[in-house]
């Protein structure tokens, strides 16, 4: 009895230290709808099912999370496809292993009720954007499909502030906006938004946010249980999108008002079915 008592032991003891295995995921920006996957992963106790401890943390600055995973000071980051496209080739030792959002959801706006109807307006207008030379070169592209060029236009830097910019007239345009979230807040302030898709002049699609790791670490078992969890996640999230809100508004109460409840009906069709999935011969710069 003794000697089966030992062995039972055994087992429980490596099973809860598989269980506990930490797994530091750090999101593009402060927590918000476009992670409600992880949220509800995490909050359904999908990824405690499969043996790990997630932890979801916010960076101080959104440039930091690939510049942690390729310090090894986290697991995983979300990150951008295009931008992730830089970061390989400046050199930082990172391999994709997975997506969140398939679908672009950057955008170019305008107000729908000013003079701006179509691209080619936007001559000799004021075009801002926050950061990132994706954003000009996508807004370089769109320009170009309409026989402009950015010489042809002026490019503000606003930082953060793109929304405020354009509803006070600072700027003309936006570039750089996610049209799940800077359009539907642009609604509820009473100034609907004219958007423009890049994907519909010129720029070829991609995936708007994707997961990353350290090039060491794709063979990690802890990769795949994360990813299969995720799956349970997103489609939890899509077949129960009203439950899951008040899951996430439970354990988030900060982000319980008018603008993040639109945010998260609106971004359910943007997730990725399958979080594993993307093309595995190009996963070094796609």
Partial sequence: MNKLFFFLSLIFISFSSFANEKLIVIL????????AP??????????QAV?????LIGPANPSDPPKLVAAKKADIAITYQPQFIEQVD???PLIRIGTLIDKPLDCLVVLEDGPIKKISDLKNKR??????SMNSLALKTMLEHHGLSLKDVEHINVQFDLTQALLTKKIDAATGM???FETVQMNLAGHPARIFLPEEHGVPTYSELIFVTHTKNLHDKKILLFLQALKKGTGYLKAHPKESWELFIKNHPELNDDLNHQVWFASLTYFADEPSYFDAKTRNNT
């Fill in 28 to 35: 593009d920006w402060f927590p918000n709808p476009n992670h």
């Fill in 38 to 47: 992880l949220f509800v992963a995490k909050d359904k106790g999908y990824f």
């Fill in 51 to 55: 043996g790990l401890d997630v932890k």
């Fill in 90 to 92: 400046q050199g930082l």
């Fill in 127 to 132: 075009v801002g954007y926050s950061s990132g």
């Fill in 178 to 180: 996610m049209r799940n």
